[in-house]
C-alpha cells in the first residue's frame, strides 16, 4: 500500500519549469528550521515525519512551505517548546496588527 | 553495525507497508537490484523522526537497478538504471537464479 506522499512514479502530468520567486514569509520559514536544526530542535527527519503525517486533501492544497510550516508547528507543540495557547494569542495578535490579508 | 552486503551482491527490497516515516520509495519495493556501493553507517532515519537517537547506526547502500524492471512500461534504453539509497533492513539477499 502506498501512503499518499510517496508518489514517485504516479502519473503527474506536465512539469512547470518556470522559476518563481520567493515570499517574504517563505524565506523566514526556510530560516526557521535552520535555526531550529542548529539548536537541535528539530531534526530533517522529524520535518518529513510532519509532512508525511498531513491528510492527503490538505496536503495537495498546500505549497512547499505551508507544508513546512506545518511540520514545524507540530513538532514544537508535541516537544512542548510552544503551546497552542500561546500560538493562538501570538497568532491572533500578529493578526490585528496586520490585517487578515496580510501574511 | 557491520555490513552485510558487499558491491556485486543481488538483492530485493523488502515490500513491507510501513507507518512511520521511511526513506525507501513506494516504487521500489519488491525490486530486485545490485549493490552498487557501501555509503557508511548512519543513524537510522525511521527513528531520527520521532525524536530518538536512531542507534545503532545501520548500513546504507546505494542499489542500482534496471528501469525496465522498475517500470513496466519503460521506454528508454534497456541500460538505463536508477541509483537508490537504501538501508540494510529494507534488503534481503536474491535468492533467484537467471
Known amino acids: 500500500m502506498r501512503r499518499h506522499h510517496d508518489m514517485g512514479g504516479e502519473a503527474a502530468g506536465p512539469v512547470n519549469r518556470s522559476e518563481h520567486e520567493y515570499a517574504f514569509w517563505e524565506k523566514r520559514v526556510d530560516a526557521l528550521l535552520v535555526l531550529l536544526a542548529k539548536k537541535k530542535l528539530v531534526r530533517v527527519d522529524e520535518l518529513r515525519r510532519g509532512i508525511e503525517q498531513i491528510g492527503p486533501d490538505v496536503y495537495d492544497k498546500m505549497g512547499y512551505y505551508d507544508r513546512w510550516i506545518t511540520s514545524i508547528t507540530n513538532n514544537l507543540l508535541e516537544k512542548g517548546i510552544i503551546t497552542s495557547e500561546e500560538l493562538g494569542r501570538r497568532m491572533a495578535e500578529v493578526e490585528a496588527r496586520h490585517g487578515k490579508e496580510d501574511e | ?98
Request: proline share 9%.
Open chain 2, 1 to 98: 553495525m557491520k555490513a552485510r552486503f558487499r558491491p556485486g551482491d543481488s538483492v530485493t527490497v523488502r515490500s513491507a507497508y510501513s507507518l512511520g516515516h521511511v526513506r525507501t520509495p513506494h516504487y521500489i519495493k519488491g525490486k530486485r537490484g545490485i549493490i552498487e556501493r557501501v555509503c557508511g553507517e548512519f543513524a537510522n532515519p525511521e527513528e531520527l523522526a520521532y525524536g530518538r537517537r536512531g542507534l545503532p547506526k545501520r548500513p546504507l547502500y546505494r542499489v542500482r537497478f534496471e528501469q525496465e524492471q522498475v517500470w513496466p512500461d519503460y521506454i528508454g534504453p534497456p541500460s538505463d538504471t536508477v541509483d537508490i539509497e537504501l538501508y540494510e533492513h529494507w534488503l534481503e539477499p536474491d535468492t533467484k537464479k537467471d
